[in-house]
């Protein structure tokens, strides 16, 4: 993840705590070598590798063996680097789609092993810093783009039959991020700014800017349809390129109905520093998981108030929440050494850990 004007919790890489103040030994050996990669109960763990060096990768974890089948699935596949800074994946059936930014790409595999789709077309070339891919259909797709620093972004409509773009939409807003798709639109989180474009899916075209609170990262969708997102604040600095409370701005969560997205619901977090991000939902869709101010919080989706207490006492590079047992996993990313990720139960009691590659943030599961 990079960025050179978002909130830390939304785009710069921050030096997490070191692992051994969770007094929690690793489950898997310093080397790990693949082994066949099941068919079922796998996670794959997206991870970014340095910047500027092709080294992003996909782990695969298996839930029932309780291993690491693969640090690095898609070149085991493939004999090839998957690219330079690898930010996402999508899953739309067995085709799995792994967004991969500095390369200007997403390459499309088969799951669970990664290898190349057998397709005439097996990577989705024409994009300007590709970040998120959601799916309306096993035909359409949508994909957000940076498409340079400090401009407008875009949302790329993609044909999955031919894996070609077909359409380019330009965004009212810098660096979008994170999308979900419901009730017939697209609703994109531009991160750059305090707004949340609206695309018509049936026309793929903008219908709406809907201003929310600055830095918006992170959407997700609950049982009821509504659509929650997560507004990090902006983050300032002093003359010495540390944080300034003074100046930066509180996150934000706001949550509305699609078919009326101006009336909604807004929660404003207490802190101008605690840059709140990663919003997730668990299997049921009704409880909330997010980190803010160096913790993981869980809230339920009929909450009125934000929590104050966090259910895990510390901060995460990445996150995500099984949805068949509601384990939750955390990410956790040294600069020079290979990133982790640590289970937890529902109840937040650690559970095992794992290495992976570097910078991971994100898990899929499958």
Same mark, same amino acid.
């Given at each position: 993840m990079f960025s050179k004007f978002l909130s830390p919790a939304a785009g710069i890489r921050v030096a997490l705590l070191g692992f051994s103040a969770l007094a929690l030994l690793s489950c898997d050996p310093e080397e790990t070598q693949p082994e066949p990669v099941q068919l079922t109960n796998n996670v794959f763990i997206v991870n970014e590798g340095n910047f500027n060096t092709p080294n992003g990768a996909v782990s695969i974890f298996n839930t029932a063996s309780k291993k690491v089948t693969d640090v690095d699935a898609f070149k085991t596949a493939n004999a090839r680097p998957l690219g330079d800074n690898v930010q996402s994946m999508a899953v739309v059936d067995t085709v799995g789609y792994v967004v991969v930014t500095q390369s200007n790409k997403i390459e499309v595999v088969r799951l669970p092993e990664l290898k190349s789709a057998k397709r005439a077309v097996k990577t989705i070339s024409g994009l300007?810093?590709?970040?998120?891919?959601?799916? &309306?259909?096993?035909? /359409?797709?949508?994909?957000?783009?940076?498409?340079?620093?400090?401009?407008?972004?875009?949302?790329?409509?993609?044909?999955?039959?031919?894996?070609?773009?077909? /359409?380019?939409?330009?965004?009212?807003?810098?660096?979008?991020?994170?999308?979900?798709?419901? +009730?017939?639109k697209v609703f994109v989180a531009n991160s750059g700014s305090n707004t949340v474009s609206v695309i018509?899916?049936?026309?793929?075209?903008?219908?709406?800017? &809907?201003?929310?609170?600055?830095?918006?990262?992170s959407l997700t969708v609950d049982q009821?349809?509504?659509?929650?997102?997560?507004?990090? +604040?902006?983050?300032?600095?002093?003359?010495?390129?540390e944080i300034d409370p003074a100046t930066s701005t509180k996150g934000t969560l706001y949550s509305f109905l699609p078919a009326s997205p101006t009336t909604v619901q807004r929660l404003e977090f207490a802190s101008t520093v605690g840059f709140p991000g990663h919003l997730q939902i668990d299997g049921s869709k009704s409880q909330l998981y997010f980190i803010y101010s160096k913790g993981v919080y869980r809230m339920s989706i009929n909450d /009125?108030?934000?929590?104050?207490?966090? &259910?895990?006492?510390?901060?995460?590079?990445?996150? +995500?929440?099984d949805p068949k047992d509601n384990t939750v996993y955390g990410s956790v990313a040294p600069y020079t050494t290979a990133g982790r990720f640590i289970r937890f139960q529902s109840t937040g009691a650690a559970i095992d850990s794992f290495t992976v590659g570097m910078f991971p943030n994100g898990f899929i599961f499958y």
């Open positions: 300007k810093k590709p970040r998120y891919f959601a799916a &309306l259909s096993n035909q /359409k797709a949508y994909v957000t783009e940076w498409v340079d620093y400090g401009v407008n972004g875009r949302l790329s409509v993609i044909d999955l039959t031919t894996n070609t773009v077909t /359409k380019s939409i330009a965004l009212r807003g810098e660096a979008p991020e994170q999308l979900v798709i419901a +009730g017939g018509n899916t049936a026309t793929d075209t903008e219908e709406t800017l &809907l201003t929310v609170g600055d830095a918006p990262n009821n349809g509504r659509v929650w997102v997560l507004c990090g +604040g902006f983050a300032g600095y002093t003359p010495n390129y /009125k108030a934000l929590p104050t207490t966090p &259910l895990i006492r510390r901060s995460f590079y990445g996150l +995500g929440i």
